[in-house]
């Protein structure tokens, strides 16, 4: 128990020693990731000063006279405790033991520059962000500054908003003690923030965000960044946002943190390469794997090399409300829109706020707009309605504290407290990021069945309606949903969170057991919370460029210049070069339905190329003792034109089929579904004559034979006209991403309901 200790000391259980920021960092450094050096003094230091000095006590009695429904009162103890700091030094030795570590970051005498960073012991915890709360400080370099700066962190503890946030979340302020991490300063060119997991959809890709200069515009939402989203598995960028940036933080001629101009040349320029951006969405996938869960990770880049400064668990997944805007939206008048930060509808009187406006002034169901938050203002977020910002990004302080609140929040609008004037009546759609003028919620409904008016009740479909899940730890909140399963789990999804490793590196070294018990753990999960419905599990799918990338994947993985029509699905189970590694995914099964007793898992194999391939692993099956049945179903993904001109043979094989439509698309058409090319040009698409026949063959030669066909893909919920051809064609079920369950089920259920008008008029002229 040091007073100081080096971050090569720490991990992640010192928390109640170190604090969360230092005990991640500490986590971070021993697995490898590039983080600057650093040391902490530790919560004994913080003790020792606390009890050297009798601070406590008259700590404790300010607090006992806060009146809790007045923030100013908070404001005003907050002030006078923060003052007894700065009556007290930090007693000699401690002061010449910091001084001491921090000469060490320096071995070579240069003048150097350090982050001096808060780290409460209850922060960065699974249940609580504390996003915020306590003070940072930046470019620090004097010895005389560092000693004052350390005091200002312990201070910090006792911010208006920290002492209101310990209130709500339940935290006793005795309880939470303060570490300070002294850090390397980076100078950073580029800096931001990622999320492994996108915060807004809850989807699997990796969303980062970047500007110019320090990272501290991004967090408090004063500039609106570069938004990239990752595919977390393929390495490829899925989407851009390139936002205009004039100025930036950076270090000024002294040291003192400035802000500057940026370039015009650079203004307007995406900040980071591509290169930078598949580089950093590698890191953050490999630090979900080392921690085993969603990470929020801030990084800087410095002369072309990145760092990784800061990772914590995202706490604010889970309170989503997904809901759709009905019809009733489609002629509401839009005032303003930004991004969409955080998910819900509310209305209610819109609140401008500035700096020289109390607290008090936000009451509740108010929506608050304004430039930007400070992590002051987290004591009138909690009562807001809704918040708006002209400023900011996904991970800036509004959006982040939006989402642990379960509050809407827009961000970035670049208007917002022009175009928005006090008192007026808005509705806030934090879902697409739109502000609507007017009330668009029905109060009325909302009282007649007990739940907002915006979220529309799901309609009951005769196409059944069922769900692709990425994430085993969402299973419980989508099972919530009204969906008839699981229609698709992608195993490979489970490699890459659960285990991290090429699975037949594991079977060489002994370890096929950790293979089978951790992918049961993860297909338990999903099993367990959509019980008794079905979970369609399909088996691994990776390519082997993908499957090189993983740890000791060199080793068993050829390069192939097509990938993508290369040693996948099907054909490689039945090569002895990766039979070991499928027979531990059949094993993970099998324990699944039997030991844990989830017979609601069933198995659906990729990329079938021949009937062949299916003799092979129907044997593999029958040795581990899977055999099909009543409540153990067997589906192919029919995604090769193959599977279509010998559906009937394939039907021989299996209880189902479920349509791969990009697959299907692309060797139907022979367009590259990664190609901007040939998708503008309208050649991968869907819709085209030719995957259409290709579909509607598959369902009569399937239903002819008993089988049903379902697809998984977002076909049905981007296009209409795709959705009431699949319905017409008789498709027995479709699967979609969370997010678009209920519009596309709405979709189903209006054209089932003109089939079915269209057919009584038919017996009716008959």
């Not at 594991?506 to 370890?511: A, C, L, N, P």
Request: proline share 4%; hydrophobic share 35%.
């Amino acid at each position: 128990m040091k007073r100081i200790a080096e971050i090569g000391e720490l991990g992640v259980d010192d928390i109640p020693y170190v604090g969360g920021k230092g005990a991640n960092l500490g986590e971070l450094d021993s697995a490898g990731f590039p983080v600057p050096p650093a040391f902490v003094l530790t919560t004994v230091a913080y003790d020792y000063y606390m009890e050297g000095t009798g601070l406590l006590d008259r700590i404790y009695e300010v607090l006992g006279k806060i009146d809790k429904s007045s923030d100013q009162t908070l404001t005003d103890a907050s002030a006078e405790i923060r003052k007894m700091f700065y009556d007290y030094e930090i007693p000699e030795d401690l002061k010449k033991e910091t001084l001491k570590h921090f000469k060490k970051l320096f071995p070579k005498g240069e003048e150097g520059f350090v982050a001096v960073r808060s780290s409460a012991t209850a922060e960065d915890l699974p249940e609580a962000s504390f996003a915020g709360q306590q003070d940072t400080y930046l470019n620090v370099f004097d010895e005389d500054d560092l000693l004052e700066k350390v005091r200002m962190c312990w201070s910090s503890l006792f911010t208006a908003r920290a002492i209101s946030y310990r209130e709500r979340q339940g935290f006793e302020h005795s309880d939470v003690k303060l570490a300070v991490v002294v850090q390397r300063m980076v100078d950073s060119d580029v800096s931001g923030i990622m999320f492994t997991v996108d915060p807004g959809t809850e989807g699997s890709g990796i969303l980062i965000e970047a500007g110019y200069g320090l990272g501290e515009a991004i967090v408090g939402g004063e500039v609106t960044p570069d938004t990239y989203t990752v595919d977390k598995f393929h390495k490829k960028i899925l989407k851009k946002r390139i936002s205009k940036q004039i100025w930036m933080y950076t270090k000024g001629p002294d040291g003192s943190t400035v802000k500057a101009d940026v370039d015009p040349d650079a203004a307007e320029a995406q900040k980071l390469s591509d290169n930078n951006i598949i580089e950093l969405g590698e890191y953050g996938k490999q630090i979900e794997i080392h921690y085993d869960k969603p990470m929020d990770v801030e990084w800087c880049l410095e002369k072309g090399e990145l760092f990784i400064v800061q990772a914590r668990p995202i706490t604010t997944l889970g309170n989503n409300n997904n809901a759709e805007s009905g019809d009733k939206w489609d002629n509401a008048k839009i005032i303003t829109s930004g991004l969409g930060a955080s998910p819900g509808v509310a209305a209610g009187r819109v609140k401008l706020f500035d700096d020289g406006m109390s607290l008090d002034e936000v009451k509740d169901g108010d929506i608050l707009v304004t430039t930007m938050t400070m992590p002051d203002m987290v004591p009138a977020m909690t009562r807001a309605g809704a918040i708006v910002t002209n400023e900011g990004g996904m991970t800036c302080h509004a959006a982040i504290v939006s989402r642990e609140l379960g509050t809407p929040c827009v961000v970035g609008t670049g208007n917002a407290t022009s175009v928005l004037k006090s008192e007026m009546m808005v509705t806030v759609e934090g879902t697409t990021g739109t502000v609507y003028e007017g009330d668009m919620t029905s109060k009325e409904e909302e009282e007649s069945n007990g739940k907002p008016a915006y979220m529309p009740s799901a309609p009951v479909t005769g196409t059944k309606v069922m769900v692709n899940l990425a994430i085993p730890q969402k299973a419980e909140e989508v099972a919530a949903m009204p969906v008839d399963g699981v229609g698709l789990m992608r195993i490979e999804f489970l490699f890459t969170g659960y285990i991290g490793e090429h699975p037949m590196a594991m079977v060489k070294d002994g370890r096929a057991d950790e293979v089978e018990d951790r992918l049961a753990e993860g297909i338990s999960k999903v099993c367990r919370a959509f019980y008794p419905r079905p979970v369609i599990l399909r088996t691994s799918d990776f390519k082997t460029n993908e499957y090189r990338d993983m740890k000791g994947g060199l080793e068993f993985e050829p390069v192939e210049a097509n990938p993508m029509i290369g040693w996948r699905g099907c054909s490689r189970y039945a090569s002895d070069n990766y039979r070991a590694a499928f027979m531990c995914e059949l094993r993970a099964i099998k324990k699944v339905r039997e030991k844990m007793g989830m017979r609601n898992l069933w198995v659906m194999l990729p990329f079938v190329r021949n009937t062949e391939e299916l003799d092979t692993i129907s044997e593999m099956f029958e040795e581990v003792g899977l055999r099909r049945s009543r409540d153990f179903k067997l589906y192919l993904m029919a995604e090769l034109p193959v599977n279509i001109f010998m559906a009937e043979e394939f039907c021989e094989y299996c209880d189902g089929f479920s349509i791969g439509s990009n697959d299907l698309t692309q060797l139907i058409m022979g367009a590259d579904r990664d190609s901007d090319i040939l998708g503008r040009m309208g050649y991968f698409d869907e819709r085209s004559e030719g995957i259409q026949r290709a579909i509607a063959h598959l369902i009569r030669v399937a239903h002819s034979k008993g089988k049903p066909v379902g697809i998984c893909g977002q076909g049905p919920s981007v296009y209409p006209e795709f959705t009431e051809f699949l319905v017409r064609e008789g498709i027995d079920s479709v699967s979609l991403n969370p997010d678009t369950v209920i519009k596309t089920k709405g979709m189903i259920a209006s054209v089932e309901q003109r089939v079915m008008l269209e057919g009584l008029r038919e017996l009716r002229d008959r």
